[in-house]
């Protein structure tokens, strides 16, 4: 996936005004839109520059934007870095009329989900409810096991009067509740956007994110792990102690085991109705040879098992 100079492809520095990016937006539209334009690329131009407007002018896309950095270069590949829109607050929705059928991959892994989970306006009466905010957060692993508050620091971009964009920090206290999920969300009633007249305030939706985990990884419920194991303990089998969130627990590997076999720990997943697995991938770690000992038990243990690892590959 290549990068999107945004800034270089509308023409403009990146502490550009709201005002300069729509001026400079209406310019290249005209030039290159297909129905005027002679320019031999105007089809593909005029969809790169809309979809670099469709970021730009919306203050909360360009600040996620932003927040990536000046560092990549344009048509460098690129992949965004993990939780890379931690703690940004979207209002959902900000979308012009352009096809964004036509938009490049790089939109859509940064965009592509934010612009449909907003809930649009509620129209021009007097009485409209303010709108929903979503942002998501990121937790420890450890918090869906045994529930948490936390302090939770939110960023909201705003224009001033001048046209520029500025962040708006707010701090919130939220309550993990026990067995939650990854990519399920917390509701918190009445934080989004103040209503109009009598209407009440929108809410605000977090979706919760593992943050990575040395020895775990998350899907659903479940828990997925890689365990060492020694030679000696997957060829005779033996009872080790392998690290759950809850604690140390005893796990038989049987006699026999290679890198790669999988064992299961019922029920020591994320808790729920019913609670999920540990799945355990084992992984045989053969010792080091540093001393002229251990190199004496390798060549006897050569000259003894007879033992040819490729054997089914015919060498």
Excluded: C
């Amino acid at each position: 996936m290549e990068y999107k100079d945004y800034y270089k492809i509308i023409g403009l520095k990146r502490d550009a005004s709201q005002d300069e990016i729509r001026r400079a937006y209406r310019k290249l539209a005209r030039k290159y839109h297909p129905d005027v334009s002679k320019e031999k690329d105007a089809e593909a131009r005029f969809k790169e520059v809309g979809e670099a407007y469709e970021v730009l002018k919306d203050p909360e896309k360009r600040a996620a934007y932003d927040h990536l950095g000046a560092d990549f270069k344009a048509g460098q590949d690129f992949h965004p870095p993990p939780n890379w829109d931690s703690g940004f607050e979207f209002r959902g929705g900000g979308f012009t009329d352009a096809d964004k059928a036509g938009f490049s991959d790089f939109f859509e892994e940064l965009f592509g989900q934010q612009g449909h989970a907003g809930h649009a306006a509620y129209g021009p009466q007097f009485n409209a409810r303010g709108q929903d905010h979503h942002a998501k957060v990121v937790v420890d692993l450890e918090d869906a096991f045994h529930g948490a508050t936390r302090s939770i620091s939110l960023q909201s971009p705003e224009l001033d009067k001048h046209g520029q964009m500025r962040l708006t920090n707010r701090t919130l206290n939220v309550k993990i509740p026990k067995g939650i999920k990854e990519g399920q969300q917390i509701r918190l009633v009445g934080q989004g956007t103040p209503g109009m007249g009598q209407g009440v305030k929108g809410d605000l939706y977090l979706e919760i994110h593992f943050k990575p985990h040395p020895f775990y990884r998350a899907e659903g419920r479940d828990l997925h792990m890689q365990l060492p194991v020694a030679p000696w303990e997957a060829a005779l089998g033996a009872t080790v102690k392998a690290p759950t969130p809850d604690g140390k627990v005893d796990l038989k590997i049987p006699a026999g085991s290679n890198s790669g076999n999988k064992l299961r720990l019922k029920g020591r997943g994320i808790p729920g109705n019913p609670a999920g697995d540990i799945y355990v991938t084992l992984s045989v770690v053969a010792p080091p040879a540093n001393s002229e000992q251990d190199k004496a038990l390798y060549k006897e243990m050569a000259s003894k098992l007879a033992f040819n690892p490729r054997a089914d590959m015919g060498v």
